[in-house]
């Protein structure tokens, strides 16, 4: 996707801070955190909007929980942490490349504003 904002920052023409990247998928730091940790989780696919996932690509889907499972892991965040998709602008999507929230390091509350 020429325009997309997350499709540059996987190709590199805009810069991020890389936290974990394999074929399929690229993590990093969202740029104005909300939490002490603060993680974008996408895939490489550009997939615009959660309810664009369906049988044909929701493999991507189920790899990026293992990807978020093993960083969960490797970051110790064993008091808890939280992922979040918003899809659509009602939703508080903003960046329209399917991307997961990971949040962690202070208490969140429920239920989500
Ligand atoms: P959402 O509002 O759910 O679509 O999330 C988009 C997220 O992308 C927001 O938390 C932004 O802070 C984050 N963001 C926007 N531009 C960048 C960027 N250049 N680098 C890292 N994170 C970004």
Known sequence: MND???CKIIAGEIPSE????D???Y????????APTHLLVIPKEHISRLDEINEENSGVISHIYEVISKLAK????TNGFRVVSNCGESAGQSV???HFHLLA???FGWPAG
């Open 105 to 107: 390091g202070r208490d």
């Open 4 to 6: 997309c904002l997350f």
């Open 74 to 77: 490797d970051m110790g965040l």
């Open 96 to 98: 329209f490349h399917i």
């Open 27 to 34: 993590v990093f730091k969202d740029i104005a955190p909300t």
């Open 18 to 21: 890389k936290v974990y990247e």
């Open 23 to 25: 074929e399929t998928v």
